[in-house]
């Protein structure tokens, strides 16, 4: 048992440090998304306001 313990506190470390670097970039990736989101509908309520054709 003591073999197992030793592997999985070896383990844990990386596979923690892995997760929280996974749920950071989703967080960074999804944030990024929005903004942009948001960007695109301010530039198009702008073009749409000076008579611009849309970006399409």
Same mark, same amino acid.
Request: zero cysteines; a positive charge; glycine letters at 6%.
């Given at each position: 048992?003591?073999?197992?313990a030793?592997?999985?506190w070896a383990? !844990?470390?990386?596979?923690l440090?892995?997760?929280?670097?996974w749920?950071?970039? !989703?967080a960074?990736v +999804?944030?990024? +998304?929005?903004? +942009? =989101? !948001?960007?695109?509908k301010?530039?198009?309520?702008? +073009?749409a =306001?000076?008579?611009?054709p849309s =970006?399409?």
């Amino acid at each position: 048992m003591n073999v197992w313990a030793g592997i999985i506190w070896a383990l !844990a470390p990386t596979v923690l440090v892995g997760l929280v670097f996974w749920w950071v970039m !989703a967080a960074i990736v +999804r944030a990024d +998304r929005t903004e +942009r =989101k !948001a960007y695109a509908k301010i530039e198009a309520e702008e +073009r749409a =306001k000076r008579g611009l054709p849309s =970006k399409s």
